[in-house]
């Protein structure tokens, strides 16, 4: 099949490229020069394991196309994936005015051969109605397509491995022909496919991350308790997960959700409430509790510091990826410079985007280690797998002061204790 991704972000760039590899022909297009020769040369621009040598290949095969022209791939298309962005605007609603400005540019190039336009971006319920009467509006006359939802679930840091082992593959659209061409498309994933109408597709996508941010707050909430009470949230977690209603993933506390979708999905699906006049009560705590596990984990280091002199380990919002939207690292990082601290850091990815909020603010070490050479603690606010089996007895010696704060529970406490730290943690 032939298709268009509009966007080259975590979801278009992944999507693109697996269904490259399934033997598709994809035209994936972006409105920067630069990044789209980038993206021509081999470079994903982000960091995602495995998304370099999949991009490789199948620009080897020839079977992915790069433009900045949507001349160039939508009248060639059977279906064209929309895949902007919807970041947050200041009172929480999504902003959709990239995949507005989308929907016009593919309207404008639509041709009399059927083409199934389906968003991937996350958008609010009732988004896709107006997309199709924009694409009514400046279509030709002669334009035959069809809307359609097709949200997406990859999370970043595994997307590629989750897109092609998707839990659901959810089709939403009133066209039956375009349904059909979906289902074509998605043929070679075994995962189950949901298909349904276009409002029902736009919700499961929002009641997913709002059920998984409502896990991670409740978690938090839980440490809280823990906290003040000397329980120890994981053994708490460990045994009220082992109900199967419940289960123990999605359940690990810590120093609160970042990244690009919960923050924001939580926020929009309350303005989306607002608007339909339903008590939104529920996803505000969990919103409020995101901002408390923050807030605690810092007043945490505030109150016990020993020095102003701070490492801080883990930038990126979740291990895996060099994205720091919305990652709690910035709100550690700004406080406690408010608050005078010395701040050094590292993390195997997230430097350079660091860098460009903070610049010489802060400074930068090349390892763990360096960076942690004569602080008077460190601070872990991302799970990277190479923290997880540091050499703590080099770390003690380097260290000013064996003090750590950890925001992601990666030690055990008695080891850490009998190692001789001060140990800070969440909710034990
Ligand atoms: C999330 C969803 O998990 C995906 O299913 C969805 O497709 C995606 O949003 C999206 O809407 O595009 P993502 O934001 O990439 O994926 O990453 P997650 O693994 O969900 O992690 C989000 C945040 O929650 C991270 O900051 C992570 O550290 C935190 N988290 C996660 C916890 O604090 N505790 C947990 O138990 C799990």
């Not at 697996?18 to 020769?37: H, L, P, Q």
């Not at 160039?72 to 605007?89: D, H, L, N, Q």
């Not at 939403?172 to 496919?193: D, M, N």
Request: with cysteine; aromatic share 8%.
């Amino acid at each position: 099949m032939t298709l268009t991704v509009v966007g080259h972000g975590y979801v278009g760039l992944v999507s693109a490229c697996v269904f490259a590899d399934f033997g598709n022909e994809v035209y994936v297009i972006g409105r920067n020069k630069e990044k789209i020769n980038r993206l021509k040369n081999g470079d994903p621009i982000i960091f995602e394991p495995g998304l370099k040598e999949l991009l490789e290949k199948n620009l080897k095969a020839g079977r992915l196309h790069f433009t900045l022209d949507y001349q160039e791939a939508i009248p060639k298309s059977e279906i064209v994936f929309i895949t902007v962005g919807t970041p947050p605007k200041n009172n929480g609603e999504a902003d959709l005015s990239s995949v507005f400005e989308v929907a016009k540019n593919i309207a404008k190039n639509l041709s009399s051969h059927f083409t199934v336009v389906s968003c991937k971006s996350t958008v609010p319920v009732g988004t896709n109605k107006k997309v199709e009467e924009i694409i009514k509006k400046y279509a030709p006359k002669k334009a035959q397509f069809a809307v359609a939802s097709c949200p997406e679930f990859l999370r970043e840091g595994s997307a590629i491995a989750d897109t092609l082992n998707a839990d659901r593959i959810v089709i939403g659209s009133s066209s039956k022909k375009a349904i059909e061409i979906l289902l074509k498309l998605h043929q070679p994933f075994s995962s189950k496919k949901i298909v349904t109408d276009l409002a029902s597709a736009e919700l499961i996508k929002y009641a997913a991350n709002a059920i998984l941010a409502t896990k991670i707050s409740f978690s938090n909430l839980i440490a809280f308790y823990c906290e003040k009470t000397g329980a120890d949230v994981e053994k708490v977690l460990d045994a009220v997960g082992l109900d199967k209603r419940i289960g123990r993933i999605f359940m690990n506390p810590g120093v609160g959700y970042g990244g690009s979708c919960l923050p924001k999905d939580v926020l929009a699906l309350i303005d989306t409430g607002k608007k339909l006049n339903i008590d939104t009560s529920l996803l505000k705590a969990v919103d409020k509790v995101n901002y408390q596990a923050k807030e605690n984990f810092l007043q945490k280091i505030l109150k016990n510091k020993q020095g102003k002199n701070t490492a801080i380990l883990g930038l990126s919002f979740k291990p895996n990826t060099d994205d720091i939207r919305f990652a709690p690292s910035i709100f550690i990082i700004e406080n406690l410079l408010k608050h005078g601290f010395k701040i050094k850091v590292f993390d195997p990815e997230a430097m350079g985007n660091i860098r460009k909020i903070f610049g010489e603010k802060i400074e930068y070490a090349k390892n763990p280690y360096e960076a942690a050479k004569n602080a008077d603690q460190l601070i872990i606010l991302t799970e990277w797998n190479e923290f997880k089996q540091i050499d703590l007895k080099k770390l003690k010696k380097i260290l000013k002061k064996p003090v750590i704060f950890d925001g992601r529970n990666i030690y055990d406490p008695l080891l850490l204790k009998n190692l001789g730290f001060k140990y800070f943690s969440v909710g034990r």
